[in-house]
Structure formats: structure tokens, C-alpha cells
């Protein structure tokens, strides 16, 4: 899974925060792009940290997709150390369900921003989503998979059927 030359860096506070960000990991998979997943925590590891974001650029990550429950700080402290974009994944946490997660990560000050998506599964892949957009911006391949990903997604809610249509 950690590929030579990542473009993308998933870190998250805790291998808790896995079956969580493992979603933003598959997808980056499904789609054949190089990531690097690694524990990166804000307040247990604030020197390596730092240390990530700001070496980030210089080994090639286009995007940083973080996530962090509770006190969820990661995203935030990683955006004010570097300019490579960081898209912050709210992990549900244990007594307040994620809503603490979201409420620390979106509310970052003007100047410092962080992209915040929904909490827990969606959010994680929907993170890795908006990072294959941007990367294909510039990339022609990953355009096409994006769009033949909409076209099965499209396909698919067409076939749904109730049980009212039974
Ligand atoms: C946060 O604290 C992590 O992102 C995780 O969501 C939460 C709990 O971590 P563990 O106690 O499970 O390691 O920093």
C-alpha cells in the first residue's frame, strides 16, 4: 500500500481511525493512484507532524487527506505548517459521534483553510474523490475514471427499484 512515489498522503490520529479512513485508501486504490497511509498524531506525535507537513511538497504530495476524531486537530495544525491542500476527514468518535470531530475540523480561522467533508465512511471516500478531481485537472486518465465512475454510479441508481414497483 505505500507506494514509492505517493501523490497523495493519508494520515489519520490513530490505526482507530482506520476502518474509518480505509474507505479514502480503497478508493485511491480502485483507481490505481499512489498513496502513502501512515499514523500522524497531532497531539501524540506533534514533532512528526510538523515534520510531515512540511516535507510534504518536496516528496511529491499533491493532497493530504487527514483524519482525526474528537479533539480533531490534525487537519488544521497540518494545513497551518504547509500549502500543499488538506482535506479533512471528521472520524466519529466515541461519546459524541463525530459531531466533535466535524465541529474541530471546519471551524479553521480565515487564512488557514482545510476542506471538510461529512463524518465517518462517506466523508473518507468522498475525500479521496475530490483528490482524484483535482489531480485530474492536469491528469486525462484519472478524468476518464472519474467519468466512467459517475456514468456506473448514474447506471445504478437508474436500476434501483421499490418494493412499491414489485
Ligand atoms: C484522535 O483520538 C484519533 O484521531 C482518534 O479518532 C481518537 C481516539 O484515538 P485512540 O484513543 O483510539 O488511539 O486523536
Request: with cysteine.
Amino acid at each position: 500500500m505505500q507506494a514509492d512515489h505517493p501523490v497523495i498522503g493519508i494520515v489519520m490520529g490513530s490505526n482507530s481511525d482506520w476502518e474509518v479512513m480505509q474507505n479514502a485508501a480503497r478508493m485511491l486504490k480502485d483507481f490505481g493512484v499512489a498513496f502513502e497511509a501512515r499514523v500522524v498524531s497531532a497531539h501524540r506525535m506533534p514533532d512528526e507532524m510538523f515534520e510531515y507537513a512540511e516535507t510534504a511538497a518536496q516528496r511529491g504530495i499533491k493532497a493530504i487527506i487527514a483524519g482525526a476524531g474528537g479533539a480533531a486537530h490534525l487537519p488544521g495544525m497540518l494545513a497551518a505548517k504547509c500549502i500543499v491542500p488538506v482535506l479533512g476527514v471528521p472520524v466519529p468518535s466515541k461519546y459524541l459521534r463525530g459531531v466533535d470531530s466535524l465541529h474541530s475540523i471546519v471551524q479553521m480561522p480565515k487564512g488557514v483553510p482545510v476542506a471538510t467533508f461529512a463524518i465517518g465512511e462517506a466523508g473518507a471516500a468522498n475525500a479521496a474523490l475530490f483528490a482524484l478531481q483535482m489531480l485530474a485537472v492536469e491528469d486525462k486518465e484519472i478524468a476518464r475514471k472519474l467519468a466512467d465512475f459517475r456514468f456506473a454510479q448514474n447506471a445504478k441508481a437508474r436500476a434501483m427499484t421499490l418494493p412499491v414497483d414489485e
